[in-house]
């Protein structure tokens, strides 16, 4: 069973950074696209960021400049450095990996992690 699992949430002052990984476990060759997307209350989910194996990245014009995506590959985790936060950052962050493979197949084609709480505070 693949599995991602968020870490580094939590409570930080406005202006402030965070560090969120995520780290996918199981039997895992590589994965595809990953990335960092998130909910706050009544607010649909948005992408936040996101970066290919190859290392191509994609942000929301909210976070650019103050957040960094970022991944290992050997590890199968990726990272969001966020920096200036503001408390509109405030969400549930969820990682996301769009296709799993295992040592000779496809394993899941969307895979989610559970989410991480982030509060920004004024």
């Known amino acids: 069973q693949v599995q991602l699992v968020e870490s580094g949430g939590g409570l930080v002052q406005a202006g402030g950074s965070l560090r969120l990984s995520c780290a996918a476990s199981?039997?895992?060759?590589?994965?595809?696209?990953m990335g960092w997307y998130r909910q706050a209350p009544g607010k649909q989910r948005e992408l936040v960021a996101a970066?290919?194996?190859?290392?191509?990245?994609n942000y929301a014009d909210s976070v650019k400049g103050r957040f960094t995506i970022s991944r290992d590959n050997a590890k199968n985790t990726v990272y969001l450095q966020m920096s200036s936060l503001k408390p509109e950052d405030t969400a549930v962050y969820y990682c996301?990996?769009?296709?799993?493979?295992?040592?000779?197949?496809?394993?899941?084609?969307?895979?989610w992690g559970q989410g991480t709480q982030v509060t920004v505070s004024s």
């Open positions: 996301n990996a769009d296709k799993v493979y295992g040592t000779g197949s496809l394993v899941t084609r969307d895979l």
């Open positions: 970066i290919t194996r190859a290392g191509s990245t």
């Open positions: 199981g039997s895992i060759f590589s994965i595809n696209t």
